[in-house]
């Protein structure tokens, strides 16, 4: 039998992962309230430590589970650590069109392995919020070569926990053979190429619209 509700999402971080540890770490260091999280599929790990987050996904396993809201709301309050009710909005719509969350909503950009989020939702961020990629889709390299995108840290697993570093930030992106990145190809392939010096999770601020 398909997993159902709350079970869904229990199933799908046992193998995805829930990467609590990343958000919780950002929202530490960010001082974090509001997120938004275009291709989400059915990972509300966000939830339990961002008080407002907004998911947005067309898959129709995400259409289903969002629709059940209540259990989602249950389940996220008894494991979330922050004191303020949660609050959740789920939109299945392409990330590409018009979003009904007003531009510069949101203090948290999140784009994990789901194409161009940056791109294509980058108006909703605020000017000095925190954009948080993964480059599997080549996203990192996106918004590393989009000038609205400064790279202020990355995320490393250290000893079992993740670190933000902020040192050294220029030797990041540089590709071994030393040519610059064929961002056509990027684009084309929705894959981040190799790199000579990689991180787990690049952190940008937004600097302007
Ligand atoms: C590989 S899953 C990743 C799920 C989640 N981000 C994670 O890291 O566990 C990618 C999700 O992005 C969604 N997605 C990709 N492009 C999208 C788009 N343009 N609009 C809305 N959802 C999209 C897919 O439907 C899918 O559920």
């Known amino acids: ?49 961002i008080p407002e987050v907004y998911y947005v996904d067309t898959d129709k396993k995400a259409i289903r589970f969002f629709r059940e809201k209540n259990e989602i709301i249950e389940f996220i309050e008894t494991s979330k650590i922050y004191s303020e009710n949660s609050r ?24 994990q392995f789901a194409g161009f989020v940056s791109k294509a939702c980058q108006k909703y961020l605020k000017i000095g919020g925190i954009l948080l990629a993964y480059d599997s889709h080549g996203d990192a390299t996106m918004a590393h070569s989009d000038d609205h995108f400064e790279l202020i840290g990355i995320l490393k697993y250290v000893k079992g926990k993740y670190q933000i570093e902020s040192n050294k930030l220029e030797s990041y992106f540089k590709q071994r ?18 790199y000579s010096l990689a991180a787990d999770y690049y952190i940008f601020r937004k600097v302007k619209d």
Do not use: C
Not at 177 to 194: A, D, L, S
């Open 88 to 111: 959740i909005q789920f939109e299945s719509i392409d990330y590409w069109q018009e979003l009904s969350i007003p531009p510069q909503y949101v203090d948290l950009l999140i784009s």
């Open 177 to 194: 053979n030393g040519k610059q990145v064929n961002m056509e190809k990027v684009q084309k392939t929705m894959k981040g190429p190799k």
């Open 1 to 49: 039998m398909k997993a159902k509700g709350i079970k869904q999402y229990l199933d799908y971080v046992s193998k995805a992962g829930d990467r609590f540890d990343i958000f919780d770490k950002i929202t530490e260091q960010y001082a974090i309230k509001r997120a938004l999280y275009p291709g989400s599929y059915v990972h509300i790990t966000p939830s339990l430590i």
